[in-house]
């Protein structure tokens, strides 16, 4: 319910706050419908504070039926190997699928894919540690 939801959202952390207003500005700038979800440095955990992210992509593909979800994975350069970076960077676009699958959405309808840190998408400060989705018919 929307009451439980702003609950989450007044509860979030400065950063993740931060990372759901950059959310927000990269979906009129890069693709109308492009979310970021935001990891800890070197794992493939998604916060509690992320979940709203999650549920808003998982609920525009419930009610979009005909809609399919590109979860591209990075990894910060600064920290482990370009081997273990790829695998992270897997690991979260992964991490994210699994989340919308538990929520109801078809897996069939959304692919995964790694970039390690080979390619900075946003920021380099941040952003080359976070899953993009980008939502497509």
């Keep these: 319910d929307n009451g439980h939801l702003n609950q989450m959202v007044n509860n979030l952390?400065?950063?993740n706050k931060r990372l759901l207003a950059e959310n927000e500005a990269l979906k009129s700038v890069v693709h109308p419908t492009?979310?970021?979800?935001?990891?800890?440095?070197?794992?493939?955990v998604i916060l509690a504070t992320n979940r709203p992210v999650i549920l808003s992509i998982a609920n525009e593909m419930i009610s979009n039926k005909d809609l399919k979800v590109v979860l591209t994975g990075y990894?910060?350069?600064?920290?482990?190997?370009?081997?273990?970076?790829?695998?992270?960077?897997?690991?979260?676009?992964?991490?994210?699928?699994?989340?919308?699958v538990d929520l109801g959405v078809d897996a069939n309808?959304?692919?995964v894919d790694?970039?390690?840190?080979?390619?900075?998408?946003?920021?380099?400060?941040?952003?080359?540690r976070v899953v993009v989705s980008v939502v497509s018919k």
């Design 114 to 128: 790694g970039k390690g840190a080979t390619v900075q998408p946003f920021n380099e400060n941040d952003a080359n």
């Design 13 to 15: 952390t400065d950063e």
């Design 75 to 100: 990894a910060d350069a600064n920290t482990g190997s370009d081997k273990r970076n790829m695998e992270l960077s897997v690991a979260r676009a992964e991490v994210v699928k699994k989340a919308l």
């Design 34 to 44: 492009t979310s970021v979800v935001g990891f800890e440095i070197g794992r493939d």
């Design 109 to 111: 309808r959304v692919t």
